[in-house]
């Protein structure tokens, strides 16, 4: 049994032990028939972290024909923003470092960078990252590239664009599971086993890390989404969305590290279809707030 499983497995013992003690094990199973595998994304601040390495922050890894990201590269809606305004990096995840996760192979390609972008509002120079509505074409992007590592270079337009300090990146797996009630069968007694089930149990600490409130870590990729307001489509739609990546304006240990509107999130998002061409581009952000 490899490690990724392995860390699965013990955190679903965990689970079945909290259904017991909650009383909850009569519906363990059709509980527990709802989860998802994701990956929770780890940040240690580092000032140096080798070119092609998985990090946040920081100046992108990019390859010499891969021009900078603006808001008119994306086919943004009128911001009011110039069209050449560079957008902010955020991450780049070097996908040879997570196919070692079989849930993670079987969605996303075994090789090459993935890049996320997206548009600082602000004049400060402290990003305030904008939080578009999923069916708008805000200033943020999603790249894939995938060729020669050793042909990439820092890069970063030196005027317009502020880089968030630096972090790198290491990934373990965890179980998620829907903000609701998946079922529309009326069964009420279902749907209150599942509400128990999510306020008791998986936003009880479980999986917390000593200073967070929250098991479901928010820096992720794949699994279920924590929208902060609710899904931005119905069930039916969203099944058919992937989650990239989730960002919070917080990580323990980096208090407050970007400025996403109000205590926000950002979510990254791409049709399952689309995944499958490696359509990329055609990726859309959803940016929430409390």
Request: with cysteine; charged share 25%.
């Amino acid at each position: 049994m490899n490690s990724s499983q392995k860390k699965l497995d013990e955190d679903l013992a965990q689970i079945h032990m909290k259904l017991g003690e909650a009383g909850l094990a009569t519906f363990e199973q059709l509980l527990l028939a709802t989860r998802q595998p994701a990956l929770r994304l780890k940040m240690t601040p580092q000032d140096v972290v080798p070119i092609g390495q998985s990090k946040f922050g920081g100046q992108p890894d990019l390859p010499p024909a891969m021009a900078y990201p603006t808001i008119g590269s994306t086919g943004s809606i009128d911001t009011g923003a110039p069209a050449e305004t560079p957008l902010s990096f955020l991450v780049q995840i070097n996908l040879a470092e997570i196919a070692c996760f079989d849930f993670a192979r079987e969605l996303l390609p075994e090789t090459g960078m993935l890049y996320f972008f997206a548009w600082n509002e602000s004049d400060d120079p402290v990003p305030d990252i904008a939080l578009p509505q999923l069916n708008e074409r805000y200033g943020a992007c999603v790249l894939y590239w995938d060729g020669d590592l050793t042909t990439l270079r820092p890069d970063m337009p030196s005027n317009g664009v502020y880089p968030f300090p630096q972090s790198s990146l290491t990934f373990e797996p965890n179980w998620t599971f829907p903000q609701e009630w998946t079922a529309d069968d009326g069964d009420s007694e279902k749907e209150q086993a599942f509400f128990t089930f999510s306020e008791e149990i998986i936003v009880d600490g479980i999986f917390c890390d000593d200073d967070r409130q929250l098991c479901d870590y928010p820096q992720r990729m794949l699994g279920y989404a924590s929208f902060q307001q609710g899904p931005p489509m119905d069930k039916a739609d969203m099944q058919d969305f992937v989650l990239l990546l989730q960002l919070e304006y917080t990580v323990p240990g980096m208090k407050d590290f970007m400025w996403l509107g109000d205590a926000g999130t950002l979510y990254y998002l791409i049709r399952r279809k689309d995944l499958q061409e490696r359509r990329f581009d055609l990726a859309r952000t959803e940016g929430q707030c409390g």
